[in-house]
């Protein structure tokens, strides 16, 4: 099993976290095993997927020694010892829940948890969150707000979740997060015509991207 701190190291190293938001269970596995192929080692199923916790049970089993098998949309302590049971080292919220992220301290699960404001994002910290997810950073006013923010608090260890792309990311580590949350420029690369390969592929593309952001 992936300890915390591995967890965390790997995510950092790394440098992204696959958002694995799909229709169906079935795609969702596929998407992600294509994905991990592709050099992606952590990932979070949300619990919109349907049978989330079967697919994190899976992949867990599957992977547990060398990725980090997440889950997402956790907006409660019931559903992060749920996800913890079936697996889950990582759970991730859209918004502050300290109840959630109580429960995956117990267990020692890593958690990324949402905020917007510099408020929002202090509040997270103080909760005891591991990595505060920008969301929706699309609508953030991008890396800039992001250089803003951290002017005032450097210690913050930000990860933007949406609209991230091979062609801003540099963008992004410039402006000081220590992740980035990637969705569908990976997990819907195969829509076209079923190809996973093609998640695969474009998994590669943007971990060169990322590696080259940060050198």
Excluded: H
């Amino acid at each position: 099993m992936v300890t915390k701190f591995a967890a965390l190291e790997s995510i950092t190293r790394t440098g992204a976290l696959l958002i694995v938001r799909l229709d169906s269970a079935e795609e969702a596995l596929a998407v992600s095993e294509a994905a991990i192929e592709g050099g992606f080692r952590a990932l979070e199923i949300t619990l919109s997927v349907p049978g989330a916790l079967d697919v994190i049970s899976t992949l867990a089993d599957r992977y547990g020694d060398e990725v980090v098998v997440g889950a997402g949309t956790v907006l409660d302590a019931e559903s992060a010892v749920a996800c913890v049971r079936a697996g889950a080292r990582l759970l991730v919220s859209p918004n502050l829940e300290p109840a959630m992220i109580a429960a995956a301290n117990r267990y020692q699960a890593v958690t990324v948890s949402g905020a917007f404001t510099p408020t929002e994002i202090v509040r997270t910290l103080e909760a005891g969150a591991d990595i505060v997810k920008l969301f929706p950073a699309e609508f953030s006013g991008g890396p800039a707000y992001v250089r803003t923010v951290r002017a005032p608090l450097p210690q913050a260890p930000i990860m933007p979740t949406g609209g991230v792309t091979p062609e801003n990311v540099k963008e992004w580590f410039d402006a000081g997060v220590v992740a980035v949350g990637v969705g569908s420029f990976v997990t819907k690369a195969a829509r076209g015509d079923g190809d996973y390969r093609r998640v695969t592929e474009a998994a590669s593309v943007m971990l060169r991207e990322i590696e080259g952001a940060r050198s």
